[in-house]
């Protein structure tokens, strides 16, 4: 089944995770090309290498309504079921959250955003994914983030990930299968707005920030 998610073009349910259910963040930068993440021992954000490979966690992607804002917790409301939900406010867009691991992004991560390149990207990817007969046989694809593809946009030039299978692997322990969406109040963990605010790209940034382009904002 292909993911609730837009492709690019020229919720009354909320799902929930419990706080101990915290993953550090994978982080994309559109305006810049960049790859960051937690660095739990500097406890700051650390650019990762370009080209890194990682296990994806395909098989439990997430998608919902998601809704960042400087200065407030970002709301995330996921989808149930496979059903898409109400678009809580017009301030939410569609996004989605999966897990990675590699040495070469510091372990376990999380890549959650709405921000349209990345969303494209996921869902390309996705689509290699689910037609793949290396699916059916229960293996995780091994990525490599390739040259990012500059595009144009009413605010400037941004680059768009890309995300190409280099290998099929069983899942790894380091890997470990998400709790399922739950119905409630999202309550995931997140590192204080105070630390990340200016680290992370996209985090706590309304549409309209230069941070991330509302041109490209996802519908």
């Not at 990207?121 to 059916?136: C, F, G, K, T």
């Not at 040259?147 to 899942?171: K, M």
């Not at 999202?186 to 590192?191: M, Q, S």
Request: net charge negative.
């Amino acid at each position: 089944m292909p993911l609730n998610l837009p492709r690019r073009s020229s919720s009354s349910s909320r799902g929930s995770s419990s706080a101990n259910d915290f993953i550090p963040p994978l982080r994309y930068s559109a305006t810049t090309g960049l790859w960051t993440t937690w660095d739990e021992v500097a406890r700051e954000m650390v650019e990762v290498a370009a080209g890194f490979t990682a296990i994806i966690d395909l098989e439990h992607v997430k998608t919902g309504w998601l809704r960042f804002a400087r200065g407030e917790k970002p709301d995330l409301v996921w989808d149930l079921g496979g059903n898409i939900g109400q678009r809580p406010s017009k301030d939410h867009r569609r996004g989605f959250a999966v897990n990675l691991f590699s040495p070469e992004i510091y372990g376990l991560r999380e890549l959650c955003s709405n921000t349209t390149g990345l969303v494209a990207a996921l869902v390309a990817l996705y689509d290699q994914y689910e037609a793949a007969p290396e699916r059916q046989r229960g293996l995780l694809p091994l990525i490599q983030c390739g040259e990012p593809t500059p595009v144009e946009t009413s605010n400037g030039q941004v680059w768009d990930p890309v995300f190409v299978i280099v290998d099929w692997i069983p899942r790894p322990a380091e890997l470990p299968v998400p709790p399922p969406v739950t119905v409630g109040p999202h309550t995931t963990a997140l590192i204080v707005d105070q630390e990340l605010d200016d680290e992370i790209p996209d985090f706590g940034h309304p549409a309209g920030h230069p941070g991330k382009p509302s041109a490209r904002g996802m519908r």
